[in-house]
């Protein structure tokens, strides 16, 4: 469904990304592992050209983009079936809830305003938050937000959502609440590509693992391999630190939401 | 019979005064400060979005309207521009300074609640497919404005207070009628500070509404992300 070919970007001088080849297929869950400063994020931000790439080529169902040369108007039929959460929401903050989710289906979809209140309370339905559908986001719990921010995503049936760290700005008690509704739509046959620190996540929940470093794709398995048989040496040390981190120092909260994910 | 005389002055001046302040300072002042923030925001959006050419006009402009000064600008407008054959009626010459000089500041103060506006509102509004016109519209200005509105405010009362320059050439306002009454009388301690106690009056009613706005535009909370 989604095929990246030879992606490259640089900073300045920087080369961030150093020439990515990835695919998606539809329903696929992948989790995006990797220390800070890998280019996870850098990645998932070129594939919805909030940054544009120096070269590669995408290949989005079947139609074949130039990354470096694509245009506003193919930008924008690529960006008519994905979706974006942000790790800080970035929910509209003059908005509420509800005009957050149809905002998007008005303004660029140009749905009628019935047709769109009804996606957007069914979204947010979905994500267990219709009683605040009137509530403004400073209103809201930075889970709660999260949760909106995953129905304003929803609500453009999109053919996939990139997650890019959704849980990492969030008080660990509300962490929870969010990663049930990604798991949620995992079930659901949603294709997710989503950049996280969450370890459970990925070993439980998402059925591919890329590993990225310094700028690289260093490894792409099945969760199941990627967690059971590591090969790498450092794919090893980056997992006992994140899972001894997971099983050791943390909170009882954050280990029993992990456990309920 | 002093005291009396006195308050004869005061009274009999006081409509006097008061009537230019209503038919002169505040058309001048509410038709200045409209076209003030419609430059304002032009100015502050040709820089905000980056135009060549048109944000170095804007620098230009504000350059030379923020450091001039506005009495020297009202001079060149209504006594100057004759010279080269550009004659224009007081009032309309005091309604151009006015709002191009308060324009200037203006741009500034909306510029800079532009730009305090969380670039991730720009990014959310692109990734749920708006175009860059839909997310200024509808979520950048309406939030930008909102930071900008007690800054605005604070102009809009100040220039109630400059329309006084205005006197200078010759626009019969607030402080003009009350020269003249001064000429009149020989009580120029009495009648100035009676001239300042409406311009207070007329910026008290302004915090009021100020006020009022604020409360009105809290709807949304002022915290960040």
Known sequence: MLEIKDLHKSFGSHEVLKGLDLSVQQGDVVAVLGPSGSGKTTLLRCLNFLETAQSGTMNFDGDLFNLKYITKKEIASVRKKTAFVFQNYNLFRNKTALQNVTEGLIIARKLSKKEALEKGMYALDKVGLSAKYDAYPHQLSGGQQQRVAIARALASDPEIIYFDEP??????????????????????????????????????????VIFMMDGEIIETKTAKDFFNNPEQACIKTFLRTYLNSDEGSQSYELRRVNEEV | MADEHLLAIIVDSFWKILLPGLTMTIP????????????????????????????????????????????????????????????????????LVFSFNEGAYCAETIRSALESVPKGQFEAGLCVGMSYMQIMRRIILPQALRTAFPPLSNSLIAMVKDTSLAANITVSEMFMATQRIVARTYEPLLLYIEVGLIYLLFSSVLTFLQRLGEKKLSTYGNQEG
Request: aromatic share 10%; hydrophobic share 55%; no cysteine.
């Open chain 1, 167 to 208: 849980t990492s700005a969030l008080d660990p008690t509300l962490i929870g609440e969010v990663l049930s509704v990604m798991r949620k739509l995992a079930e659901e046959g949603m294709t997710m590509l989503v950049v996280t620190h969450e370890m459970n996540f990925a070993r439980n929940v998402s059925n591919k």
């Open chain 2, 28 to 95: 001048l002042t509410i038709i200045s400060f409209t076209l003030a923030l419609l430059l304002a925001v032009i100015a502050a959006l040709v820089q905000f979005a980056d135009l060549k050419g048109l944000k170095q006009l804007a620098r230009f402009y504000i350059w030379v309207f923020r450091g001039t000064p506005l009495l020297v600008q009202l001079f060149v407008v209504f006594y100057g521009l004759p010279n080269i054959g550009i004659l224009i009626d007081p009032f309309p010459a005091a309604v």
